[in-house]
């Protein structure tokens, strides 16, 4: 039996990564501040951890949650590309601030291993597809630089001081306990409460963007991958975890409006700043390096998705 450290384990990704960590038999310690984590989230679970209410950024908090851990996965950010480019200083100080102050805890505490959660918003909005990790990042929001600036974080500590830090570039995660409320709600459970509700969903642009949608389980699958992964492929390298597969915002609601037996119109309005277009991910690099292979494909997912919603909405 191992013991995990999950920053920012009352959020969405993180934890349902908690849920699969304890599946496992292992024991996990969570740090969380709640600032978009909830306290829900982790009601089903609270007894079977250790949970530390605390800042990422707060390095008295940070080294006692990292005692005697085997990994960290670090989860714990400011999100939303709308967010950071209100609030870019905040963003800045959570996301890179934080992180810098997880791996000095790490390094500290003798951690040898830090799995970070990044993002396929460190592509911008180039127009070469799939992406792949060997182009250069290109961030369009101050979210996106905060990621590639921890990316940066990552690889440095991996070369200076030997630990094995590896960064998953997230692209669009959904699934259960993603939170649907908000100026910064994702965009699937956004659609689906909003016609839970009877409300118009919301899109920002036409509708023709496209994304290459990944359901949580499979995060969470490449996650325990990559801490358990060979100790050489652990250098600080960024890879993607998605399926290889883009769906637009039109198909989503066209699919949502059938599953869920709604004919409630769509309201389109101004593309927000910093939004990527287009967005599908290479994997091959996951699969090669730490086994990653996605099992469940957004059909599947966004029905598990909206199951999760209507019973818990």
């Known amino acids: 039996m191992a013991k995990y450290l999950v920053t920012g384990g009352a959020g969405f990704i993180g934890s349902n990564l908690v849920r699969y960590i304890l599946a496992k038999g292992h024991d996990v310690v969570v740090v969380d501040n709640f600032a978009t984590g909830k306290r829900q989230n982790i009601v089903d679970f609270v ?69 970070f959660a990044a993002s396929s918003a460190a592509y911008g909005n ?83 963007q496209s994304r290459d949608f990944c359901y949580i389980d499979n995060v969470c699958e490449a996650n325990w991958l990559a801490a358990n992964a060979p100790a050489q492929v652990c250098n600080g390298a960024a890879i993607n975890i998605a399926c290889h597969a883009h ?9 949502l409006k059938e599953l869920m037996d709604s004919d409630i119109e769509t309201e389109y309005t101004d593309t927000r700043p910093g939004d990527v277009k287009h967005s599908l991910a290479d994997v091959s690099l996951a699969k090669k390096t730490i086994g990653y292979e996605p099992k469940v494909f957004f059909a599947d997912g966004i029905r598990k998705a909206i199951n999760w919603y209507t019973e818990n909405l």
């Not at 005692?67 to 590309?81: D, K, M, N, Q, R």
């Not at 939170?179 to 023709?208: C, H, N, R, T």
């Open 247 to 255: 769906t637009t915002l039109n198909e989503i609601l066209a699919m």
């Open 47 to 115: 007894d079977k951890i250790e949970f530390i209410e605390g800042d990422i950024r707060d390095r008295d908090t940070m080294d006692k949650a990292v005692a005697g851990a085997s990994a960290i996965f670090h989860e714990a950010a400011l999100g939303s590309v709308p967010r950071s480019v209100k609030e870019p200083l905040i963003s800045h100080d959570v996301n890179v601030n934080g992180t810098l102050t997880v791996l000095e805890s790490a390094r500290a505490g003798g951690v040898k291993r830090v799995i």
């Open 126 to 208: 180039r127009e070469e597809s799939p992406k792949h990790e060997a182009m250069t990042p290109l961030p369009i929001s101050p979210y996106a630089a905060n990621k590639v600036a921890c990316e940066s974080y990552m690889r440095a500590y991996a070369a200076c001081y030997g630990m094995e830090t590896l960064c998953l570039r997230y692209f669009n995660v959904f699934g259960r306990y993603q939170d649907p409320e908000g100026a910064y709600a994702a965009v699937i459970p956004a659609f689906v409460s909003s016609i839970l509700k009877g409300q118009k969903p919301v899109v920002f642009g036409d509708g023709e």
